[in-house]
């Protein structure tokens, strides 16, 4: 009965959490995201509780991207281990994730490039005892962070990745873009890019992240002018331990 109800809370903590950005997480996870290298049988992800005196109650889960699904409703070749736990304060709980090598939308997953998935972890607070709970509204927090599955042999190094990128100066519409084509076989998550012109910083949209052997188009804000050889790219990318740096690069494509 204990975990049907707890079932049931999270079934519609969890939906409301896919729709709310957390304010403040007591349930910190040691890192920014989960590398997955396919000969191991399993990686560890370690969460704490930084609540200094009430438990939380914790689900976790991995998704695919869509945002708009329930952990009930997700399909992916992994399980987490415990999936569902309370959390004391001051306390961690080693989350084991565990590679199922099932299919994935009926084929393996790649062997030729990382494929991209999320981790999410919902904490949900007591309720307060007493009268104190008649006025007071309680809110689940979700944290999601990537997990990169990343299968044995892949060409060339993940840190090497961003310096491969190919970038041109390309038309949208009215407006001018930086176009990039991304050769590695590693995602790249982009912090921030700007072209560089006569010593000027033209900023481009917000980036997001550049899959394997894939094109991104991000618009210029503000600049109709020329490009000349001496003009570059300057972005920021995020590293396999959370780490952002910086690199520059030509235009290329000419």
Known sequence: MLFSNLA????????????????QADIVINGTRVIYPAKEREVTVQLTNDEKTDPRLVRAW?????????????????????PMF??????????????TKSDYHGKPLPADKESVFW??????????AGKASEN????????RIKLFFRPDGLAGQPDAAPRQLKWKLVS???????E?????????????IALVVDGKDIKSDAPPMLAPGSTGRYV??????????????????VDDYGSEQNYTAKLQWH
């Not at 007071?136 to 944290?143: D, L, Y």
């Not at 949208?172 to 930086?178: E, I, K, R, W, Y």
Request: with cysteine.
């Open 119 to 128: 981790l999410n972890v919902l904490a949900v607070p007591p309720k307060p």
């Open 8 to 23: 049931r809370l999270f079934a519609a903590t969890c939906l409301m959490a896919l729709f709310c950005a957390p304010v």
């Open 172 to 178: 949208d519409g009215a407006a001018q873009a930086l």
């Open 136 to 143: 007071t509204v309680q809110f689940a927090f979700r944290t």
């Open 86 to 99: 309370r959390l004391d304060a001051g306390k961690g709980q080693a989350l084991r994730v565990i590679y």
């Open 180 to 192: 990039v084509y991304n050769p590695s076989a590693y995602h790249i998550s982009f912090s921030k």
């Open 62 to 82: 991995i998704d695919d991207g869509d945002t708009s699904k329930t952990p009930d409703q997700i399909d992916v070749p992994f399980t987490l281990t415990p």
């Open 220 to 237: 210029l804000k503000d600049f109709s002018g020329k490009t000349d050889a001496t003009s570059e790219v300057h972005f920021s990318a």
